[in-house]
């Protein structure tokens, strides 16, 4: 017993035996089962976690409860935080698509508009003038607009300079558009190409149909301006010129008939701009600047090769179609032969004078 008590008294006490109850050794047989009944009771789990059963976890501080109160509050208040940045992505995602449902919707409004309108086959023609009067227009107050910003001599111009200023804008801008429309119908598509089956003479489509009806909505406005301000913005050549084009256009837009001659001979319109350049630079003070020369030789090669060549190849390509040509009505029959003929003749009293100015200009500078 002495030695039982010296082995007790030397084991480590531990600090909480005040709190521990005693050895299930020392006590009854029946003592011993209840407490270990209880004790396999206790380990269940503990609101802070498992306990094991050998010790009990000591009791939280008021510092540790207060940290692991801010803890809480912090992941809850990130949490809080998180949802609500979520919550603010997915509206800001569902506006979003709202946005480009809209969008979208637009777009098929825009595409039905086109096609059931302004590209329906029956009023492609006189919609598209419509469009050729309003660009045209519009050409002519962004000419006006860029000019009196970024030319200083716009403002010193008398108003029927700037009426003709304005004008020549607009007359270049439907030069390039029509000039690019006809090279790529001509040689970019196979619109008009040999290996197709059936006449040349009657192919056609919604685009060509459309290109030519705004270039009949230019010739329309662009003649208006012509007699109205007679013979400020050009003589009778210009009035028989833009009446020839005018008819002949209008007339392969609304049947359907000779649209390959018609972009043959609009190609020549790729001299436009290089003579109201030159009309600009006489009219700005340039005329000794070698901008003014460098254009005029521009200008002498476009028409020979526009306005000279191409129209002997358009003779000859009907020559070679004639055939075909017969097939058209009576009056496109002779627009085909008229008109090409009335203009190659107008060309070349025009290439002479340019030929007799570039001679002329070539003589000063050397």
């Avoid at 009791?59 to 809080?80: D, K, S």
């Avoid at 390959?260 to 005329?287: C, H, Q």
Wanted: aromatic share 14%; hydrophobic share 45%; proline share 4%.
């Amino acid at each position: 017993m002495v030695v039982a008590n010296d082995v007790a008294t030397t084991q480590k006490k531990s600090p909480f035996s005040d709190f521990l109850p005693p050895p299930a050794s020392l006590l009854p047989s029946s003592c011993s089962s209840s407490t270990a009944t209880k004790s396999k009771q206790s380990k269940k789990p503990h609101r802070g976690g498992e306990w094991n059963g050998a010790e009990p976890s000591p009791r939280p501080t008021r510092v540790a409860a207060a940290t692991g109160e801010q803890v809480w509050r912090g992941r809850r208040g990130r949490g809080r935080e998180s949802r609500s940045r979520s919550g603010s992505n997915r509206r800001a995602f569902l506006v979003s698509k709202e946005r480009r449902m809209a969008m979208t919707g637009y777009k098929y409004q825009a595409q039905e508009l086109m096609r059931d309108y302004l590209l329906a086959d029956p009023l492609v023609p006189y919609s598209s003038v419509l469009v050729g009067i309003v660009l045209c227009k519009m050409a002519y107050d962004l000419t006006r607009v860029l000019s009196s910003f970024y030319f200083k001599g716009y403002s010193s111009l008398t108003k029927i300079q700037r009426v003709e200023w304005n004008n020549r804008g607009m007359s270049s801008a439907h030069a390039i558009f029509i000039t690019a429309i006809s090279l790529y119908l001509v040689m970019s598509t196979d619109l008009f190409s040999d290996r197709l089956k059936g006449p040349i003479t009657f192919r056609s489509s919604v685009i060509s149909t459309f290109a030519l009806g705004v270039s009949v909505g230019y010739f329309i406005a662009d003649l208006a301006m012509i007699f109205w301000l007679y013979p400020s913005l050009g003589g009778m050549e210009y009035i028989v010129h833009h009446t020839l084009s005018l008819v002949a256009i209008a007339y392969t837009m609304l049947s359907g008939e000779g649209q390959f001659y018609t972009y043959m001979v609009l190609i020549s319109e790729t001299t436009t701009p290089e003579i109201n350049l030159r009309w600009f630079l006489d009219t700005a003070g340039l005329k000794k600047s070698s901008a003014y020369l460098v254009n005029g030789i521009l200008m002498f090669v476009a028409w020979l090769v526009a306005r000279i060549l191409l129209f002997v190849y358009v003779f000859y390509h009907i020559y070679l179609h004639y055939g075909q040509v017969m097939q058209m009505h009576a009056f496109g029959y002779y627009l085909t032969f008229i008109v090409p003929s009335v203009l190659f003749v107008m060309n070349t009293m025009w290439f002479m004078k340019i030929l007799k100015g570039v001679k002329k200009t070539l003589g000063k500078w050397s």
